[in-house]
């Protein structure tokens, strides 16, 4: 059926699949423009419930639920759908479109976001620079096993092998020296779980990301490309802007995002996650790893380090607005992400935090206390590189309920690496 026109007088209505910290954290710019949210969470304690009052409970599967926050009965309908995960079923959004409702980014771009394969195959299409890659035959175990020894072989014996669909946050992925590695994941391909694809294993130098945000009318806006900072597979720091970054290589990095965007046609914000490496002759290049069609960790630095944050403009571009500028507004900015706590409740550390590093822009997400849980970043904005970050970090530490680490530790780790 069709969804019903918006044609009430008032503020427009986002509707947004996905009650955690990206959607929490779309309230203060919808807050500014004017604009209401109306959010899918999964529980009524979520993150994002906590500071948005149109939260409908619901699973971003269900497609009653998904229809209802669209167009609720006797409510205004939404003027666009948008979300802050990927897991929404495609054929219902596709079906949404056909029937009226604006839906960005549209099924057709977010296809890639959701199965790696497609999106490898895609960005191949479009001579984006990426990963020497393959799909692993899902026939049978055997000729899984078979594809994978001969691409480990093709490689010098070490590769990454990924679910299509599924995985975040280093789940997902495994480093292999032998089918026996993914034994478990064949078995699961064979019950039905998601097709596997294998990578070459890249002697990365760092990881950067390139943000962009792209509207339906095709204006495109780049915030400056970052550098991020894993640690056990999950991203633990944002330098933004990315140090020891050439012109040359910053303009190459947007150039490939906005390619990516437009080809895939991406409306909103778009982060491609890349791999720097040495190239031919010795000069950096770049090689794209992974995207994500919504707001994403690499540019939670722009909340307080540039003039546009990711959350407003993904709002603006969503709606077809003109986009934000996305210079920044100090020299460097620093996010250390808050991993797990040793606190029962972060906000007790908030004293200590705030008279040490009155600077500091502290965002916490609402969540109860997990090991490695995404519970909060800081962001700490000046001139200085070195003390920028030692101090978010410190931070950080103070909100997990450790001493402040020593960021010269870290920097001699990583130049280690």
């Known amino acids: 059926m069709s969804a019903p026109q918006n044609r009430e007088s008032g503020p427009p209505v986002v509707a947004v699949v996905g009650g955690g910290q990206l959607a929490r954290m779309m309230a203060p710019g919808a807050a500014e423009l004017g604009v209401r949210l109306r959010v899918l969470v999964e529980d009524p304690a979520s993150s994002a419930a906590q500071v948005v009052t149109d939260a409908p409970v619901g699973a971003a599967s269900d497609e009653a639920a998904i229809r209802s926050l669209v167009a609720p009965d006797g409510g205004r309908a939404a003027a666009v759908l948008t979300f802050e ?32 394969i497609v999106m490898r195959q895609r960005l191949t299409e479009l001579g984006v620079p990426c990963p020497r890659w393959a799909a692993l035959p899902a026939s049978s175990p055997e000729e899984g096993r078979e594809a994978l020894a ?81 640690r056990d597979g999950v991203c633990s720091e944002v330098i933004a802007p990315a140090p020891r970054l050439s012109a040359e290589l910053d303009e ?57 944050s990711q959350f407003e403009q993904h709002l603006r571009a969503v709606l077809d607005l003109p986009l934000g500028s996305t210079e920044p507004t100090a020299p460097w900015t620093v996010m250390a992400n808050v991993l797990g706590s040793q606190l029962d409740e972060l906000t007790d550390a908030l004293p200590d935090v705030l008279a040490a590093y009155p600077e500091a822009r502290v965002n916490l997400y609402g969540k109860g206390v997990r090991p490695g849980r995404k519970l909060g970043h800081v962001n700490v ?16 530490a103070l909100l997990r309920g450790e001493a402040p680490v020593v960021v010269d530790t870290i920097i001699e780790e990583k130049a280690n690496v």
């Open 85 to 116: 995960h990927e897991h929404v079923p495609n054929a219902l959004l596709a079906d949404l479109v056909e029937h009226g409702t604006p839906v960005r980014p549209g099924p057709g771009a977010l296809v890639q976001a959701q199965d790696k």
């Open 150 to 230: 001969a691409f480990l072989a093709d490689v010098g014996g070490s590769a990454v092998v990924k679910t299509s669909r599924g995985g975040y946050d280093g789940k997902g992925v495994r480093v292999v020296t032998s089918a026996d590695d993914v034994a478990d994941w064949f078995a699961a391909v064979a019950d039905g779980g998601p097709q596997l694809l294998v990578e070459e294993k890249v002697p990365f130098t760092r990881e950067l990301a390139a943000l962009v945000a792209r509207r339906p009318s095709g204006e495109v806006r780049a915030w400056p490309v970052v550098e991020s900072v894993q």
């Open 252 to 308: 190459r990095a947007r150039e490939i995002a906005t390619a990516v965007a437009e080809g895939l046609d991406v409306t909103g914000v778009l982060a491609v996650e890349m791999f720097e490496v040495p190239g031919p002759d010795g000069a950096p290049v770049v090689l794209v790893n992974e995207l994500a069609m919504r707001p994403h960790n690499s540019g939670h630095w722009t909340i307080d380090g540039a003039v546009t």
């Open 381 to 396: 904005s000046g001139a200085d590189l070195d003390e920028v970050r030692d101090r978010a970090v410190a931070a950080a």
